[in-house]
């Protein structure tokens, strides 16, 4: 892996840019340029060279790696020593780097079961909108000193500051995985995987692609052996590659045309009554729809189930996201906060 | 300045007399909460019942700039609780219902009031429990669990509080109440459901809080490894984290716990070992069997001297008995104690041991250490007597050395106890003038006029500069310009 530190190169970019009164468009492996509303900010803010890994050690359970660090490098150094990021962050073919991720706060199949991308957030090091490089959180599991700034930078689509540095928990990779598929329909299979996270399986992915609903059972061999055959379904040979597909939107559905949404309920909601093609995954939590519906209907099934939706990729990003005006407000205080001339990935969250 | 009598009578108006307290005798109660080194009498508490009376309330708190301070169950260990002059506490006692156990969705829904330790006993006839379990998890509020983020012993397996809450309702200063996160596993925007979690009463009062539910596992085991010298169990705790075992619980106990614990609740504890682990295996019986399996060679590979494995439901509570009760069982030893609360790599756990114990006796005080090793969260108790005057300061500049210690190595000053009052001399050590200010932007986001909880978890600039903790070069302060509170 590349072992580079510009992050004072990337601060006097920020601070020019506050200076001239200026805007940037904060860029690591560019990704995810899909994801998000319209970047007002024509400049760009490349961090995909500041890279390399600056602290890891396997005992500890926490890696800390510059932002343009790529996930795929990342997970490679973690392998070697039987490790892995817990929540599974898509790398698009290798392109994403740690910073994106973070900054959009993308979490994979085992996400319900280890943990979100925030979840495993330990520390950071960031520039703000000011131009200053400040560090919050730490290296350490616990840690409760000051507000949780680390969390916050996640998903935060870089509008609170750049991330130049982030310090994240890691997991053992399982001694085994085992895939079990069975055919079902779509109320079949979510009523399944209710079933199934109420009891203390070892789970770490339950998703249904329409046809088929796969669990994925992570631990030591003989107990998933005793456990294989307390449970419905086939050993699934193609186990492991549905997971990586999946986690890497990879497999068909992903590939379908269309506007493609997000949408996040409690997992034993009913179907939503949407028109559209639908994968769930993360146990029933995480709704994903290819649809051509206005946008307006599926905000407002999502939030007649306490949940929200999100287009993920589409054409029309206009409506891609909502917050009601108090949550707005306050967020809007947040960034300004953070960042009070609105230099970075201006309108890339709200605009 | 105190509480002009009309702002007095309109809390009375809005809960009755009934949930108004403003006689001396009874106001006593709230001057402290578990940190009882540190007292100030309230010049009043409201106790409401509602979120309708809470939103009220701060709304008018705001109206006349009067500070508040929340208050659960009164059992944090940083002083986040203190009440402050010319301000009022909101306790939140009154709100303790469970208002929604859901199996289907694994969650429950509470109010702040309700106790820790009832959430998992009304989620039990559903096989299901909430994780997190500090240790007055009998006493304790979800509230307050949110407010400090608690931790506990499960915290490797299981997470802190911010791992295992869904969505919380937040009542603003403006008297707005805003839901954070949702009935699903995120929010749309900003995580303000993480930002909110252990921000210390400082940004909203959390009304209503949905947790998630866990299934309880179907099998529990227990490890007891005896060592001959501290070193060779904080060696023993990183073998067994680096070979990928994630154990529910990995407790280490000194010599000096051990016959604490030994002489109060005869657990059965080798007394003459220099540190024991305590280690607990959870799964499915097979994974346990596979796991245990694998902890005993890593801890014979380790150098322990004694390696017992719990043979029975009660065996397992006895080897924990010793652990859960070190707390009142130093009480017996010492008139008082003073618990801190640093987290450090685990690497350091020897060497930061071996100079807690120098510094301890160069100051002339006994330090007893019982901790949750797994997440290198320690908790050093400094044995002082109150009666004897100066030793509590003795024992205050002992636990800041011992919390900068902490820093010193690469971890922190709180790993879950919180700031509160006790540690605002040791954010200025942790943190840069930069990043405190940074702080207080975010704060006044929520709270323009610095009315929730004020003065505590983030230090002014000023105090810092005051405490010298600042690095004051010629006169002048760091960043001269940034704004001082």
């Given amino acids: ?351 | 300045m105190p509480l002009s009598a009309a702002f007095v009578q309109q809390c009375r108006v809005l809960l009755g007399n009934r949930q108004v307290i403003s006689d001396p005798e009874s106001l006593r109660v709230y001057e402290c909460d578990a940190l009882s080194a540190y007292r100030q009498v309230p010049d009043l508490v409201v106790l409401p019942d509602s979120v309708a009376q809470v939103r009220a309330l701060l709304k008018l708190c705001n109206q006349h700039s009067i500070p508040v301070v929340a208050r659960g169950a009164g059992t944090g260990l940083s002083g986040g609780a203190l009440p402050v002059s010319g301000g009022i506490v909101l306790g939140l006692s009154k709100m303790n219902r469970i208002l929604a156990v859901d199996p289907l969705n694994c969650s429950a829904t509470l109010q702040p009031g309700v106790r820790n330790l009832a959430i998992s006993a009304a989620a039990k006839p559903y096989g299901l429990y909430y994780a997190p379990d500090p240790s007055s998890q009998i006493a304790c509020s979800i509230g307050g669990n949110v407010a400090e983020n608690a931790g506990g012993v499960h915290c490797l397996k299981y997470g802190l509080t911010v791992h295992n809450v869904l969505q919380i309702k937040l009542v603003t200063l403006e008297g707005r109440l805003l839901t954070l996160g949702g009935s699903g596993l995120d929010m749309p925007g900003y995580d303000l459901l993480a930002l909110a979690i252990g921000s210390e009463g400082l940004l909203g009062v959390v009304v209503e809080i949905t947790v998630r539910l866990l299934p309880l596992q179907p099998q529990t085991q227990v490890l007891l490894a005896a060592f001959a010298s501290v070193e060779q169990a904080g060696a023993a705790v990183a073998a067994l984290i680096a070979d990928g075992l994630t154990p529910a619980g990995l407790e280490l106990m000194d010599n000096a716990a051990i016959r604490a614990t030994e002489a109060f609740v005869h657990a059965g504890y080798p007394v003459n070992a220099a540190a024991i682990l305590l280690c607990e295996l959870d799964g499915m019986p097979e994974q346990v069997a596979a796991d245990s399996q694998r902890a005993i060679g890593i801890l014979q590979h380790n150098a322990a001297v004694e390696i017992r494995t719990a043979s029975d439901e009660p065996e397992r509570r006895r080897f924990w008995a010793g652990r859960k009760s070190a707390f009142p069982a130093v009480g017996r030893i010492a008139s008082d104690y003073y618990c801190m609360d640093g987290t450090i790599p685990r690497k350091q756990l020897a060497c930061v041991l071996q100079r807690i114990s120098a510094m301890a006796e160069a100051c002339g005080l006994s330090v007893v250490n019982v901790f949750h090793a797994g997440d290198g969260n320690l908790h050093p108790l400094i044995l002082y007597d109150a009666r004897i005057r100066g030793d509590f300061e003795k024992a205050e500049v002992l636990g800041g050395q011992i919390l900068e210690l902490c820093v010193a190595v690469g971890g922190t000053i709180t790993g879950e106890h919180g700031v509160g009052h006790e540690k605002l001399a040791q954010m200025c050590v942790q943190f840069q003038a930069a990043e405190l200010a940074q702080f207080h932007r975010l704060k006044r986001a929520f709270d323009p006029f610095g009315l929730l909880n004020p003065g505590k978890a983030i230090p002014t600039l000023h105090r810092c500069a005051e405490l010298g903790h600042l690095h004051v070069h010629h006169g002048q302060l760091p960043h001269p310009e940034l704004e001082r509170f």
């Fill in chain 1, 1 to 351: 892996m590349h072992d580079l530190d510009i992050g004072t190169q990337l601060q006097q970019q920020v601070l020019q840019a506050v200076e001239t009164g200026g805007a940037l468009r904060i860029v690591g492996g560019d990704s995810k340029a899909f994801y998000g509303g319209h970047c007002a900010a024509e400049a760009w803010l490349n961090t995909a060279d500041h890279c390399g890994v600056i602290d890891y050690q396997p005992s500890e359970q926490v890696i800390t790696a510059r932002a343009g660090s790529r996930i795929a490098d990342i997970a490679e150094l973690l392998a070697g020593h039987r490790q892995m990021l817990g929540f599974e962050p898509p790398d698009y073919t290798g392109q994403a780097t740690l910073g994106g991720t973070l900054a959009c706060g993308f979490s994979g199949p085992r996400r319900p079961f280890a943990g979100s991308a925030r979840d495993f957030m330990l520390g950071c090091k960031i520039i703000n909108g000011r131009g200053q490089i400040l560090n919050f959180g730490g290296r350490v599991m616990k840690n409760v000193a000051g507000f949780d700034v680390s969390r916050l930078m996640v998903g935060a689509l870089g509008t609170t500051g750049v991330l130049l540095e982030a310090s994240l928990r890691v997991l053992p990779v399982p001694e085994t995985d085992l895939t079990l598929a069975c055919a079902c329909t779509e109320q079949q299979a979510l009523s399944r995987m209710q079933q199934l996270s109420g009891q203390p399986w070892p789970l770490s992915g339950s998703a249904y692609d329409g046809e088929y609903l796969r669990i994925r059972l992570s631990g030591a061999e003989t107990a998933l052996t005793a456990v294989a055959k307390q449970l419905a379904g086939d050993a699934d040979p193609a186990g492991d590659r549905f997971w990586h597909d999946l986690r890497e939107q990879r497999i068909g559905f992903f590939q379908l045309p269309g506007t493609l949404w997000r949408i996040s309920v409690a997992p034993a909601t009913a179907p939503l009554d949407l028109v559209g093609r639908g994968l769930l995954d993360w146990g029933g939590a995480l709704r994903w729809l290819n649809t051509d519906m206005p946008a307006a209907a599926i905000h407002a099934a999502a939030a007649a189930h306490g949940g929200h939706a999100i287009c993920y990729r589409g054409e029309d990003k206009s409506d891609w996201l909502r917050l009601d005006s108090d949550l707005l407000g306050l967020q809007q205080n947040i960034r300004l906060a953070f960042d009070p001339l609105s230099v970075f990935n201006p309108g890339r969250l709200f605009s």
